[in-house]
Structure formats: C-alpha cells, structure tokens
C-alpha cells in the first residue's frame, strides 16, 4: 500500500522560508511523477508544482516561480518543495501526490495516490 507523509509545514513570517518534505512508503518515485497541491480554507486546490519520474523535470505556476523548487532525493523516496520569500497568500494546506503518467502535471486528476497535507501558515 502506498503511503505519502508530508513534513515541514509550520508558521513563518513573511519572506522567510520553509522546506516541505514529502515521504513515499510502498513506491518508490522512480517511476512516478510527484506534485505538490495546496489548498487554503474556501478555496478550491490548486496546483503547486511537479517533477517528471525520469529527467527530474520540473513545472511551477507561476505564482511560485523563482521562489519554490521541487527537487528529489537520490534514493527516490523523498521529494521536497523548498519555499523562500514567502508571502501570506501562501498560506494554505499544502498536499503531495504521485501520478502514474510520469511527467510533470498540473492536473489534479492525473494523481492517485494522496498525502494527508501539512500546514503553512505566513504572517504578514
């Protein structure tokens, strides 16, 4: 069975960072695109950022651009989403998720396995 535990959440002040981790039990994500959604209270998820199985390929929205990198570690079982310059609108539940397709996507749908999330809470 799969299981994907997220860590790192936590209060932080504007401009500060946080490194989120995202530990795979069960799979390995070798073979497995990994992304990571949020989502903040009366708003719909949304689409974070990705990394393809194979190349390490990344993909962002770009509201995080330049300030968030999702990377993988070389044992393939921890991904992690470092987050610097950090702004209140950040703050929200943030969820990792592996997909099956293996490339980088923004889609929701194309994830089958889910996290339990972790929090970010920044303040202004």
């Known amino acids: 069975q799969v299981q994907l535990v997220e860590s790192g959440g936590g209060l932080v002040q504007a401009g500060g960072s946080l490194r989120l981790s995202c530990a795979a039990s069960g799979r390995t994500f070798r073979s497995y695109a990994v992304g990571w959604f949020r989502q903040a209270p009366g708003k719909e998820r949304e689409f974070v950022a990705a990394i393809s199985s194979r190349r390490g390929t990344t993909y962002y929205r770009d509201s995080v651009k330049g300030r968030f990198t999702v990377s993988r570690d070389n044992a393939e079982i921890t991904v992690y989403l470092q987050m610097n310059s950090l702004k209140p609108e950040d703050t929200a539940v943030y969820y990792c998720?592996?997909?099956?397709?293996?490339?980088?996507?923004?889609?929701?749908?194309?994830?089958?396995?889910w996290g339990q999330g972790t929090q970010v809470t920044v303040s202004s």
């Open positions: 998720a592996t997909a099956p397709v293996g490339w980088a996507s923004g889609r929701s749908d194309d994830y089958d396995y």
